[in-house]
Nanobody, 121 residues
Framework: QVQLVESGGGLVQAGGSLRLSCAAS?????VGWFRQAPGKEREFLSR????????YYSTSVKGRFTISRDSAKNTVYLQMNSLNPEDTAIYYC?????????????????WGQGTQVAVSS
């Protein structure tokens, strides 16, 4: 059983930055970040391989968000820059117990509880 705990959300003005953290209690392989705004489906944002070498971003965040991984701390980060009100959502990290490309929520085995991000205009 793997537990994921997100932190780092909050309220920020448009153009600002936040760094989200996802701390895992056990070994994980691919870790992804998703978000869900009210009334919308859960949206894939980014993923990182177990060794931190391979990353992938959705077009909506590419160039603004950066995913990274600290294996010693078993933590994955999502640095979010140039935030705008459309980025307001609950952000979730998710983990797979196997390697491989994964961009759908159903591809992931474990989920964190989510952290709220609100961007004011």
């Amino acid at each position: 059983q793997v537990q994921l705990v997100e932190s780092g959300g909050g309220l920020v003005q448009a153009g600002g930055s936040l760094r989200l953290s996802c701390a895992a209690s056990g070994r994980t392989f691919t870790v992804g970040w998703f978000r869900q705004a009210p009334g919308k489906e859960r949206e894939f944002l980014s993923r990182i391989s177990w060794d931190g070498i391979y990353t992938y971003y959705s077009t909506s965040v590419k160039g603004r968000f950066t995913i990274s991984r600290d294996s010693a701390k078993n933590t994955v980060y999502l640095q979010m820059n140039s935030l705008n009100p459309e980025d307001t959502a609950i952000y979730y990290c998710a983990a797979r117990l196997q390697a491989g490309l994964a961009s759908r929520p159903r591809d992931y085995d474990y989920w964190g509880q989510g952290t709220q991000v609100a961007v004011s205009s």
